[in-house]
């Protein structure tokens, strides 16, 4: 059996444990930088959508997010419409970091593909991406109370 998870386990903490000392200097806590990075590329996003994208449950996202608020990186606002609704639009605080961060995950990711030709990585690409979609599906089916069959 091909053992592919542990590998990817591996490479997610460290650059995860990178990124949380690098960041520590911004006031930006364990992970944050994750919800930070999806906020300002989809600035008024739901919580709950925010959630579903890096793949954790409502109330971890809504811890980090009220701690990224009082930091002053996020501003919640009420809907238009639905004034139930609250959405997360970065601070220009959160503006002005996003750049580094930005050039961080660029940096690391030429750093993950060293010695992998261009059609390797493009490869890589949409093989990890077909294995996130399997996973995603998984993941979405637990999250709503099921349980699957080993």
């Known amino acids: 059996m091909v053992e592919i998870l542990r590998p990817i386990g591996n490479i997610s903490r460290a650059l995860d444990s990178i990124a949380n000392i690098e960041f520590k200097e911004l006031a930006l806590s364990k992970g944050q930088y994750l919800y930070l990075v999806r906020i300002c590329e989809h600035p008024g996003i739901i919580q709950e959508r925010l959630a579903e994208m890096i793949k954790v449950d ?76 399997n996973v995603a599906t998984n993941w979405d089916f637990v999250k709503k109370g099921n349980h699957r069959e080993y």
């Open 58 to 133: 409502r109330t971890t996202a809504s811890r980090a997010i009220r701690k990224m608020a009082t930091n002053g990186f996020v501003e919640r606002r009420s809907d238009n419409i639905n004034k139930k609704i609250r959405r997360l639009f970065p601070t220009e605080k959160a503006n002005q970091v996003y750049p580094l961060i930005n050039r961080e995950n660029l940096y690391s990711n030429d750093v993950a593909l060293q010695g992998l030709s261009a059609e390797e990585a493009d490869l890589l690409e949409k093989l990890l991406t077909k294995v996130s979609k």
